[in-house]
């Protein structure tokens, strides 16, 4: 079993809709929960974390973990063209201390 | 954040060559972190490089095919040796500025072995 699973996608979307993006982790001791948006030919970027379970919202996005379920999800409201990308959930903590990533998302929001 | 600076972007390289892969960032930072990135597959990490040490590499990869140096505070390179159309990836570099979890990546480099 993979320690994370996402969603592969693809999406599409028109603009305006709320998007959903889920992963799923297989270790009750992973701490830190992170999303990651990376635009075409570029390094991903830290879009959102969170550290307990519950939700956080920033602007338009709302990252939601749910411990008991080993389950993370992603929230975009009112998207926009500018919101098509790959986002990439990521999980850190545990034994190995290390960031381990989903294999991502591409969402694609049509003007 | 961090800004890291990773050259080349693109390269297109002929099997059995090496390439080597060079992170700036502009400010020191401890750890450095090499990602390959395939697709359809998520982020592995290579290894993770520290100042004055060897870097620690991840099941999977060693130091023969992939070495790395790191000089000092500001600076890594990675070099995919050998290199096999397997090798053709995108490969990043990754920092941690200010807490286990801020990330910071490179733009990448795609490498094509052909």
């Known amino acids: 079993q993979k320690e994370v699973e996402q969603d592969p996608g693809p999406l599409s979307v028109p603009e305006g809709a709320i998007v959903s993006l889920n992963c799923t982790y297989s270790n009750s001791a992973f701490q830190y929960f992170m999303w990651y948006r990376q635009y075409s030919r570029k390094g991903p970027e830290l879009l959102m974390y969170t550290y307990s379970s519950g939700n956080k919202e920033d602007g338009r996005f709302t990252a939601q973990v749910d411990k008991s379920s080993k389950y993370i999800s992603l929230f975009i409201r009112d998207s926009q063209p500018s919101d098509s990308a790959t986002y990439l959930c990521a999980i850190y903590g545990g034994a190995t201390n290390k960031l381990i990533f989903g294999t991502g998302t591409l969402l694609a929001v049509q003007p | 954040s961090a800004v890291i600076s990773q050259k080349p972007s693109r390269d297109i390289c002929q099997r059995g060559t090496s390439l080597t892969i060079q992170c700036q960032v502009d400010s020191q930072v401890t750890m450095m972190f090499w990602y390959r990135q395939q697709p359809g597959q998520s982020l592995t990490l290579i290894a993770t490089?520290?100042?004055?040490?060897?870097?620690?590499?991840e099941s999977g990869f060693v130091i023969d095919k992939f070495p790395i140096s790191r000089p000092n505070l500001t600076f890594s390179t990675l070099t995919v040796s050998n290199m096999s159309p397997e090798d053709s990836s995108i490969y990043l570099c990754?920092?941690?500025?200010?807490?286990?979890?801020?990330?910071?990546f490179g733009s990448g480099t795609r490498l094509t072995v052909v």
């Open positions: 990754s920092v941690s500025v200010q807490s286990n979890y801020g990330y910071t």
């Open positions: 490089a520290n100042q004055g040490s060897e870097a620690t590499y």
